[in-house]
């Protein structure tokens, strides 16, 4: 099997890459400036806001993992268009005029919409985003499935919830540094979905091996619920500390609020991130292709906190 990865130097793309390394499967890897992987393998340059990538890149290739996409919450919503939605759909169209037998889309629960209520939500259980990342992703999702319904070559959209990993990204990292000066803890309130950033690039692997015709749309998270407070409790025992004192809701809002400030994001933004309900079903998943997660934050905390501080 011939892979091609975009967005290969991310922080889904570096673990998948080393996991098809590791299994011996020949991929290519691009990413936009073509940097270099952990394992000093050289990426082919590739810029999807220049235009859609050679066709002569997809020659041979099985199955393209896309992976590459703007995250960037600053980024001007006509990037987040171009790359996230026109992009994915001309690469998955010269993918399937190549032959291509599985396309892969990495797409996120943002495209979901806001969620209704607490409860976990379903595939279906969608809400039209506004946001022009989540909006991006969605009309993606939308063009994709309308463009390939009968289309010889397989499509899957993947709906990761928030990643984690060694390498912690967003409230996570702020959390961690949190922990490591001893904030107090945050209080009890709201509940989010998760998953391993291995288990995510585990599972991309898989999927070639268990995916049939059609299009299939799917929601990944590790199967746990965590409070922000539970996140917190579990770091600072991965870094050999007691929970301590409880830090009171308004004292957490100030500091949100303050990294609203720091990141340049609407006020509010972090305390519903962290104090909110974003909670995910991944059981259609497990029913269709027989993944099972082996992480949970607690099984890769140690790792996080190994890392030194300015690392994080």
Same mark, same amino acid.
């Given at each position: ?5 975009t967005?290969a ?22 990413s936009?400036?073509?940097g ?9 340059a590739?810029?999807?806001r ?21 995250a960037?919450?600053?980024?001007p ?5 171009e ?9 998955a169209e ?6 291509v037998?599985?396309?892969i889309?990495l ?11 607490s ?5 279906n259980?969608?809400?039209v985003?506004?946001? /022009?990342y @989540?909006? $991006?992703k969605?009309?993606a999702?939308? !063009?994709? *499935?309308?463009h390939f319904?009968a289309?010889?070559? &397989?499509v ?7 990643v984690?990993?060694p390498?912690p990204r ?11 000066v001893?904030v107090?803890a945050p ?10 950033v ?6 991309l ?16 998270t590790?199967?746990?619920d965590?409070t922000?407070r539970?996140?917190y409790?579990v770091?600072r ?9 409880q ?6 809002r100030?500091?949100?609020s303050?990294l609203?400030?720091?990141q340049?994001q /609407?006020g @509010?933004? $972090? ?5 909110? !309900?974003? *909670? ?7 029913? &269709?292709t027989?993944w099972?997660p082996?992480?949970?934050?607690a ?5 996080m906190?190994?890392r030194?501080?300015?690392a994080?």
């Amino acid at each position: 099997m011939q892979a091609l990865v975009t967005g290969a130097t991310g922080y889904v793309g570096r673990e998948l890459c080393r996991q098809l390394t590791a299994s011996g499967r020949a991929f290519l890897p691009l990413s936009c400036s073509g940097g270099t992987l952990p394992c000093g393998r050289v990426t082919r340059a590739a810029d999807l806001r220049q235009g859609p990538i050679a066709g002569a890149l997809l020659e041979g290739v099985d199955v393209v993992y896309h992976l590459a996409g703007i995250a960037h919450q600053q980024a001007p919503a006509q990037l987040h268009e171009e790359v996230n939605y026109r992009a994915t759909l001309a690469l998955a169209e010269a993918a399937e005029r190549a032959g291509v037998r599985l396309f892969i889309y990495l797409s996120s629960v943002k495209a979901m919409g806001p969620a209704a209520g607490s409860e976990p939500r379903r595939e279906n259980e969608v809400a039209v985003p506004s946001a /022009p990342y @989540g909006r $991006s992703k969605w009309r993606a999702e939308c !063009a994709l *499935r309308e463009h390939f319904a009968a289309s010889a070559m &397989a499509v899957v959209i993947l709906r990761p919830a928030l990643v984690y990993g060694p390498r912690p990204r967003g409230n996570l990292q702020w959390l961690l540094r949190a922990a490591r000066v001893g904030v107090p803890a945050p209080p009890e309130g709201g509940a989010r979905s998760m998953i391993g950033v291995e288990d995510l690039a585990g599972l991309l692997l898989r999927l070639p091996q268990v995916v049939g015709e059609g299009v299939h749309t799917w929601i990944v998270t590790d199967g746990e619920d965590y409070t922000t407070r539970h996140v917190y409790q579990v770091l600072r025992a991965a870094l050999g500390r007691g929970s301590g004192r409880q830090l009171p809701s308004w004292c957490w809002r100030m500091l949100a609020s303050a990294l609203d400030l720091l990141q340049r994001q /609407p006020g @509010g933004s $972090s305390y519903g991130k962290l104090f909110g !309900a974003e *909670r995910y079903d991944n059981h259609a998943l497990l029913r &269709a292709t027989g993944w099972q997660p082996q992480q949970t934050l607690a099984s890769v905390a140690p790792a996080m906190v190994a890392r030194p501080a300015a690392a994080t």
